[in-house]
């Protein structure tokens, strides 16, 4: 199965209650079709104790049945929490983003959408530097007039 055939089976469950463990919510998702994987993602501490970080995945071998399971088991209650489920979104590769362990100035998407070429700077200071010369005031010549409106004739 691809990738992008893998996403279209797998949804996210969140809200889950620490109690809730692989076997519990595969039972949970077990009407809707077959499941081929259910990952708790464990807490990235290592000074934590709770089993999960209160959410997880599901994939099931077919895209209609996690649309089932979306449409069925959102907004439901499991072991007295209320729970999210949608579909699950691909995961952000690590250098990407927030979180990264590069710049973002580094990082290639981010050049590309906001790099600056020379010839744009120039251009730029070229503009600045002709704002800062005073233009003529568009009131000069006008001290003698004293009536509004037209001239009288």
């Known amino acids: 199965m691809t990738d992008a055939a893998r996403l279209k089976?797998?949804?996210?469950?969140?809200?889950?209650?620490?109690?809730?463990t692989s076997r519990t919510l595969a039972d949970a998702f077990l009407p809707f079709g077959e499941i081929v994987d259910?990952?708790?993602p464990k807490p990235e501490a290592p000074s934590s104790t709770d089993p999960?970080?209160?959410?997880g995945y599901v994939e099931f071998e077919v895209p209609?049945?996690?649309?089932?399971?979306?449409?069925?088991?959102d907004q439901s209650e499991l072991y007295g929490r209320i729970i999210k489920v949608a579909a699950a979104k691909p995961q952000k590769e690590s250098n990407e983003g927030l979180g990264s362990k590069t710049a973002i100035w580094e990082q290639e998407g981010w050049l590309a959408?906001?790099?600056?070429?020379?010839?744009?700077?120039?251009?730029a200071e070229q503009s600045k530097v002709e704002s800062n010369v005073r233009p003529e005031d568009p009131m000069q010549?006008?001290?003698?007039?004293?009536?509004?409106?037209?001239k009288p004739e």
């Open 9 to 20: 089976a797998t949804i996210y469950v969140g809200g889950l209650d620490t109690a809730v």
């Open 113 to 123: 959408k906001y790099a600056v070429s020379d010839e744009d700077r120039l251009a």
């Open 38 to 40: 259910v990952s708790l």
């Open 64 to 73: 209609g049945d996690a649309k089932e399971a979306i449409d069925n088991m």
């Open 141 to 150: 010549g006008l001290e003698g007039l004293d009536v509004a409106g037209p």
């Open 52 to 55: 999960h970080r209160g959410f």
